[in-house]
Each structure stands twice: as structure tokens, then as C-alpha cells.
């Protein structure tokens, strides 16, 4: 079997669903569409044949799954400054900014990290995503891992698959958190808003870990880290326990001041227009050698002045 596939066991539980929802569900870091073009382009083997998106999972079935992208060459390569952190002959470890969309999509088919990439290294171009692995929200910034062959992106697509890699983020949050804890609650998509996700009992398994920092008077300083990456999860999650991230148009709700607030921080929590939300350490195993790596950046510069000006209104 080439490099290019990812071997995928379908467990027994997934019994009588859909083959295409299956693999969404164990391959969360791949779009539903990938996974449906790809089986019908009979680029999907299931226990050694071509199968059908519709077709049902018995339990235990092997799927190996191509991760190639033929469609790459659509993507635009643009001249964008990259934020790298580190890179050898398998991997990138990229400083995303806030504002920077992942790959192309609808409304964002240019500008996007993918574009930036393609410029960066042309042989990226063969590879399903640019090499890109996993996602950021586009107002999220920090870490993120990019594959520069096709071995290195099949094993780093399975150590997200098994919820291997260690990713903690920082988060600025409304309210005052008493102390850390787990939060461990199911999340799908929004019944009421299509856009949304919201914890849900029919959802997708979802367990998020988080630390107090450092408290302030209206505000908490937040070290989250993930076991699964639902979409939004961190701020699905939060806000679910009534700590919502500043600046999060989506989850958020409306803009909130301490009580006795002055100008200064009144006009910068105004200013703040996107989550507050960072990656900061990323752990992995390497796909070469298997030896475990970690990075670690600090915090973003618009949260760190969001947080001196916190400090100093707490003083």
C-alpha cells in the first residue's frame, strides 16, 4: 500500500452508519466533502475494494484512504510572509497570525495560509491541503504543524486521528473562574444556527482541560488543553460554562466592563475584535524518528497588551 494512504479501523460502535459519516467522525481533521469525492474517485479501499459513500459499516473494517490531493493545483500560490518556527525535511511548525484563513474555501479563496504555503514550497502542491493537518479558526493565532511529504502527513493525520498530539492554548475569559477543571460534554452543530456549534447529548465526544493563570477583576487568564478538536471547541466549551472568551462574536454574547471601568479599558476590550484565543505549545511525535517534540511561543502581542491593561485596572 503506498505512503500516501492512512489505514483507518472502523470500531464496531459506528455498526449500521453510513461508511462517508464513519470516517468523518474518526478523520475530523478531513472535510466531509474530501471524504466523499475521495470514495467515489475510488481513491477509498474498504478491506481491498472500491466502495460507496452510502454504503454501511459493519464493524472492524479496514479502510485505507488516500491522502493526495488532486486538486491543489487550483489553489493560487501567494507571496505571504510566513511566521516559521521550525522545519526540517518532514515538517513545518508555522506562528499563525489572527486574521489568516487556513485554506481556500468559500469566500476565502485567496490570502489564505494554503496560498502562503504553495508560494513557500512548490512541492507542497501534491500534497491534500497544502500539507496542512489541522485547522486554527482564522481570528485563532499560534502553533501549527504543516506535513512536507506525503509519509510525514499520513502519520501526523493519524496522531490527531488517535488525539495524540498535545496542543494548550491561552484564552482571555469573561468572569472570574474559581480553578480549573475538565470539561467533558458532546458537541454538534447549532440547531438554531447552522454557523454555530453548541454542546449537544447527540454530539461528538469533546473533553477540553483548563488552568487558571491568572485572575483579574472581570477577566481570566485561561491555559486550555484539548483531547479531541471539535470545531470551536475551546469556545463551545467555555462558554457553556458561563466563561466566554472576550471578543468572540459568535460565542461571546454581548460586550461586557467591569463595574467602575475607566476609558482605558473600556476602549480596549472595544478594540479587541477577535477571539481571544492563542496556540501556544504544540507536542508531537516526529514521523521520522517518533521522538517527541514540543514548541512553545509566547503569547500573542494584542492579548498581551489586553492583559496589561487588565493588570493595571486589577491594581
Request: hydrophobic share 35%.
Given at each position: 500500500m503506498s505512503e500516501e494512504f492512512i489505514k483507518v479501523i472502523l470500531p464496531e460502535r459506528f455498526g449500521g452508519k453510513r461508511i462517508d459519516s464513519a470516517l468523518a467522525e474518526m478523520m475530523p481533521n478531513i472535510s466531509r466533502s474530501k471524504i466523499t469525492s475521495t470514495i467515489k474517485a475510488g481513491d477509498a479501499l474498504l478491506n481491498g475494494y472500491t466502495f460507496k459513500p452510502k454504503d454501511k459499516v459493519s464493524g472492524e473494517e479496514i479502510v485505507y484512504f488516500n491522502l493526495k490531493q488532486k486538486q491543489n493545483n487550483q489553489w493560487v500560490a501567494e507571496n505571504i510572509p510566513l511566521d516559521i518556527v521550525y522545519e526540517d525535511e518532514d515538517i513545518l511548525i508555522i506562528n499563525k497570525p489572527f486574521g489568516l484563513v487556513t485554506h481556500p474555501g468559500a469566500g476565502n479563496w485567496e490570502g489564505t495560509l494554503a496560498n502562503a504555503l504553495l508560494h513557500y514550497n512548490a512541492d507542497l502542491s501534491g500534497l491534500d491541503r497544502a500539507g496542512i493537518v489541522h485547522r486554527l479558526d482564522k481570528n485563532t493565532s499560534g502553533l501549527m504543524v504543516v506535513a512536507k511529504n506525503p509519509k510525514s502527513q499520513k502519520y501526523l493525520v493519524e496522531q490527531f486521528q488517535t488525539h495524540s498530539v498535545e496542543r494548550e492554548y491561552s484564552a482571555i475569559v469573561y468572569g472570574n473562574m474559581i480553578s480549573g477543571g475538565t470539561i467533558d460534554d458532546p458537541?454538534?452543530?447549532?440547531?438554531?444556527?447552522?454557523?454555530?456549534?453548541?454542546?449537544?447529548?447527540?454530539?461528538?465526544?469533546?473533553?477540553?482541560?483548563?488552568?487558571?493563570?491568572?485572575?483579574?477583576?472581570?477577566?481570566?487568564?485561561?491555559?486550555?488543553?484539548?483531547?479531541?478538536?471539535?470545531?470551536?471547541?475551546?469556545?463551545?466549551?467555555?462558554?457553556?460554562?458561563?466563561?466566554?472568551?472576550?471578543?468572540?462574536?459568535?460565542?461571546?454574547?454581548?460586550?461586557?466592563?467591569?463595574?467602575?471601568?475607566?476609558?482605558?479599558?473600556?476602549?480596549?476590550?472595544?478594540?479587541?475584535?477577535?477571539?481571544?484565543?492563542?496556540?501556544?505549545?504544540?507536542?508531537?511525535?516526529?514521523?521520522?524518528?517518533?521522538?517527541?517534540?514540543?514548541?512553545?511561543?509566547?503569547?500573542?502581542?494584542?492579548?498581551?497588551?489586553?492583559?496589561?491593561v487588565l493588570n493595571g485596572f486589577d491594581k
Open positions: 458537541i454538534g452543530r447549532d440547531s438554531k444556527d447552522r454557523i454555530k456549534q453548541a454542546v449537544r447529548s447527540n454530539g461528538k465526544d469533546a473533553v477540553t482541560h483548563y488552568r487558571v493563570i491568572n485572575r483579574y477583576a472581570s477577566h481570566t487568564h485561561v491555559k486550555a488543553s484539548l483531547e479531541t478538536g471539535r470545531t470551536h471547541q475551546i469556545r463551545v466549551h467555555l462558554s457553556f460554562i458561563g466563561h466566554p472568551l472576550v471578543g468572540d462574536p459568535l460565542y461571546g454574547g454581548r460586550l461586557r466592563f467591569p463595574k467602575k471601568a475607566g476609558e482605558e479599558i473600556k476602549e480596549a476590550l472595544k478594540a479587541f475584535q477577535r477571539q481571544a484565543l492563542h496556540s501556544k505549545k504544540l507536542t508531537l511525535k516526529h514521523p521520522t524518528t517518533g521522538n517527541e517534540m514540543s514548541w512553545e511561543i509566547e503569547l500573542a502581542e494584542d492579548m498581551t497588551m489586553l492583559l496589561d
